[in-house]
């Protein structure tokens, strides 16, 4: 068995099967950057269905990016890969740290990106930018998440430990473009702060920004 770093050395780059405007994408390039993992991506055009081609579906029977090819696994899921990498690619166990207390905080907050950040602010970005069926309930979830991160960050720098960790790669990208769904975060002081210290981390890759809204980042 190769060690824990060796593998991302030794063998060939990762594949990041994505989409350039996809949050759950950008949390996995994001973290392959930081731990300075060799990665390709091979980007699919999801508004004009590749995600529903049978060579897609072999790889993810849900039709869903992204999809990570690492280790000679397939791997799906943002959040199971970003666990995946931290385990297996982080010996210093940074990203998912090993006491309970803090593992446990991390999964708390995946929990929340995998639900209302992915039923408020990416579902009411979805709508604006490409035409999904507009969530009613997504600003009043965004304004529960917000806070909740608001509070936590009044607290703590970081949002799940005292230094960053998947919790906070797993909720960057759909809060720094919440403005693109039309939720401002001019109220959250914090999160605002924790934003920019997220895109000072040595490593950092930006999502791009959807063609027209330039203004709102
Ligand atoms: N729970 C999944 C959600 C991923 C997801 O929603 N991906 C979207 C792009 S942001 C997608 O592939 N949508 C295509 C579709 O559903 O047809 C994860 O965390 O990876």
New binding site residues.
């Given amino acids: 068995m190769s060690s824990p770093s060796t593998a991302a050395t030794n063998s060939t780059p990762a594949r990041l099967h994505g989409?350039a405007l996809?949050?759950?994408?950008h949390r996995v390039r994001l973290l392959l950057s930081l731990l300075g993992l060799p990665w390709e991506e091979r980007e699919l055009d999801?508004r004009q269905g590749e995600?529903?081609r049978p060579e897609f579906l072999a790889l993810n029977p849900l039709?869903?990016?992204?999809v990570l090819e690492i280790d000679g696994q397939v791997l799906?899921?943002?959040?199971a890969i970003l666990v995946y990498l931290a385990l297996r690619h982080d010996p210093r166990r940074q990203w998912l740290p090993e006491s309970p207390v803090q593992q446990a905080a991390v999964q708390r907050w995946l929990s929340l990106a995998?639900g209302p950040l992915?039923h408020g602010p990416a579902a009411a970005r979805a709508a604006a930018l490409f035409g999904r069926p507009p969530v009613p309930q997504a600003p009043a979830l965004a304004e529960r998440l917000f806070g909740a991160m608001e509070q936590q960050l009044a607290r703590q720098p970081w949002l799940a430990a005292p230094h960053p960790t998947l919790a906070d790669l797993a909720l960057y990208a759909y809060t720094a473009r919440a403005p693109e769904g039309g939720l401002s975060l001019a109220p959250y002081g914090h999160i605002r702060r924790w934003l920019a210290a997220v895109e000072a981390l040595p490593g950092f890759v930006p999502m791009p920004v959807a063609p027209g809204l330039e203004a709102l980042s």
């Fill in positions: 989409f996809s949050g759950h994408v999801l995600q529903r039709g869903q990016v992204p799906s899921d943002s959040n995998a992915a």
